[in-house]
Every structure is written in C-alpha cells, then in structure tokens.
C-alpha cells in the first residue's frame, strides 16, 4: 500500500475505541461510520470532478491518487517599466553608482508607476508562463502566489486568477519572503505529486517599493519591484523534475528584516482605530542578514543535492536569490562553479523578493543560459528568518 494510502486508511476498531476489550460504544460506532462515510464522499467526488484515476485500496473505501512527477512546461516574467538607476538614487539618498555596484552588483532596479500592481505583473507574467506551456487558464487545478506585498491583505492570488480567467483553480497567497518562491516550487510539485492536480501555476512576486523607505540608503538601493511565473504540469513520478529539496525557517532571528505592522494593536473600539493600521517600512541590519545568507545558503543547497543524490559537479546552472552578487559569488565559490554556471541579473533588477528566483529562471531560459535536461540549484533566504533550496532537472 503507498504511503498516501496509509495516510487516510480508516483505523482499526481498537484504535478508534481506545478500548483494550476493542468493542465499541454507540458513539465509537458513529464516530466511523461518519469516517466512512467522509471517506466514500471522497472518493466519489474526485472521481468525478478531476477524473483522474484513484485506486480504492479495501472495502473500507480507502482511497490513493497514482504517484505522479511535475515539471515545468513554460516560465514568464513581468517587470515594471519604470526603472531607477544608481544614478537616480543619488539625488535621493548620499549614495553613488560605485559604492553600490561594488557593493552588491545592482545598476538599477524597477518599480511600479501608474496602474501597475502586484497582481497586473503577476498576471502578466502568468499569461506568459502559460502561453509558453500552452496550457489554457481554464485547466489550471491551483495558483500559488509568493509573495510579502499582495495588493490586499487578505492576498493577491485570487484577483490574479480571475485576471487571467483561471475559473477552476483554487488560489492562495504563499508568505515566505525571498524564499517564497523556492517553497511555492516544492508545495506546487507536492500538489501534483500526491494532491490529485494536474496543473499548477506558481508565481513569485513583490512590489517591495511600497515599503522601502526612500531617505534610507541602507535599504532603499536594494529592492526593486518584479513577477516571474512557471506551470508546473503533472508527468510521470519515474520523470519529476524535483529531486530533491530543504527547507528552514528561524523565527529568532525574525528581527534582522522586517517590516512590522503599527497601529491599535488589536483594540477594536479604540479612537482611530479604523484608520490606524498600516506596515512600517523595511528595516533590515544588513550584515547580519549577509552573513546568514552566505552561511546558509551553500549548507542548504549541500542537503538538497544529497536529497537528490547528486554533488556539486552534477549543477549546470545555480539560480540564487537576487539579493547581493557577493554572496552570489561566494556560494559559486563554495561549490567551485565557473561564471558560466551562475545565474545572474542583480544589475538589471536589485533584489525583487520572492520575484527574483523566477525571473532570473525566465530570462535564462529565454536566453538559452538554461536548456532542457540541464540540473538547476535554485535557492532563496530572506525575511522570516527563512531559507530554501531545490535541485531541478529542467
Ligand atoms: O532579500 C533579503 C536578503 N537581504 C540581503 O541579502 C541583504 C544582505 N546585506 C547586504 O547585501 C549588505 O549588507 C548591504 C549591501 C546592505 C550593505 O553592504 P555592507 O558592505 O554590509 O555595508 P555596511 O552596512 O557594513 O556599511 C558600510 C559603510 C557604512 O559607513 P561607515 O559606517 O563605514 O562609515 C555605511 O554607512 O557604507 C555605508 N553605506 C553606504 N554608503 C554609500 C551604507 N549604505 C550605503 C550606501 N551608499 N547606499
């Protein structure tokens, strides 16, 4: 029996009555039949709603989906139009071209102007993305939407879905930071391996220009607004492009990047309390967050590749969170990886959060850096404390 078998098999009589003599009591024997009866509904809905196929394991209507593998059928990304170079900066904030290209290798970033928001570039970069698989809207089952800076609290990915006429697929907004994307890959790839989906749409995205406070040099040269896409489609379990992956987060250290919420602190009939709230700007004490980036990122990237059963030799491409080339360069060193091997775009974007992995996937793929059957290390780490890493066979 597979292992998603075990997960829903309806227990044993002894296990429900947690009684030694094993007879059940009137309410034991309700208990499973309502158990039963959840598990028969089950059944019968997803074989008729998504018609794939489920193999009933016993009588005792026990259900399993078939064990499938994902892979990416097509990427697309969406950047604003306006952009902002080291140059522009400098009449903002004292800062210069030099210190901030040898710093972190950015020359310029974009941000929104005008009607543009986290869910038009996201939707811009999921038409793309399902162009390019030649995939229709209407047959994604599921859109996971990374991102720190939905347009609405309450999360992005639902407006994006009706942007593009997704009309049967659910969608969530997924909050893990610069990691976001990274850990919306693997939920995705799960969706599809053990959920019964066959189309998967994951997008990461931020506009983290709403939040940057534009008289902090410390901050304001970092970030920029961006949105990559993939459709992640179901193949078989034997060709799943995900070989393996990890995934942390440390909340003690939360403190070195945040953007905090301010207001009323949750009392309800106090003054003003209605028009309070609002998210502080980013605050981030950047060698902290730099150090713990270049310790974790290689260490990361180390237990997915022996999840896989790989080594560092087996990488084609090492596609990084955007967050600094230094420590681009320094994880590239770690793994003794040429320039050739190392995705890079920071000069043209800054840091894009949970964008950034994605786009820098597209444009490499767009260029050719990326090909068919090349070993992609991708890898994020960011606000939370969070870090990620996934090795995929493209
Ligand atoms: O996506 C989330 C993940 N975030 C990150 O990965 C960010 C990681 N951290 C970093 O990338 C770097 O720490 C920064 C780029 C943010 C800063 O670089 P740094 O080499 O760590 O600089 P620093 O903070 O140690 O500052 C060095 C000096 C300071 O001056 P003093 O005290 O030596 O006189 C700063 O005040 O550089 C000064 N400085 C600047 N000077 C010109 C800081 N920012 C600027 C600036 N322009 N924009």
Known sequence: MSAAARAVVVPSRRAVTGRDDGRMTRVDRQHLGRRRRRASAFVARDVGGRGRSLSVVTNAAVAAFDVAGARIAGVGKAIPEKSLTNDDLSELVDTNDEWIATRTGIRKRHVITGDE?????????????????????????????????????????????????????????????????VIGLVNGTQFIRSGGYKNVLVIGGDVLSRYVDWRD??????????????????????????????????????????????????KPMSEGASNNGAFCNISMSGQDVFKFAVRTVPMTVNKSLKAANMSAEDIDKLVLHQANQRIIDSAAQRFGLSEDKVVSNIAEYGNTSAGSVPIALCEAVETGAVKEGDILAFAGFGAGLTWASAIWKF
């Open 117 to 181: 928001t986290l869910t038009s570039l996201g939707a811009k970069a999921a038409m793309q993305a399902l162009e390019r698989a030649n995939i229709a809207a209407e047959d994604l089952d599921l859109i996971i939407l990374a991102t720190s800076s939905p347009d609405d609290i309450f999360g992005s990915a639902c407006t994006i879905q009706a942007a593009i006429g997704a009309k049967k697929a659910l969608a969530f907004d997924l909050t893990a930071a610069c990691s976001g994307f």
């Open 217 to 266: 040099r410390a901050t304001c040269i970092l970030f920029g607004d961006g949105a990559g896409a993939c459709v992640l489609t179901a193949t078989t379990a034997d060709a799943c492009s995900l070989r393996g992956f990890d995934m942390h987060s440390d909340g003690t250290q939360n403190h070195h990047l945040i953007a905090q919420y301010v207001g009323d602190n949750g």
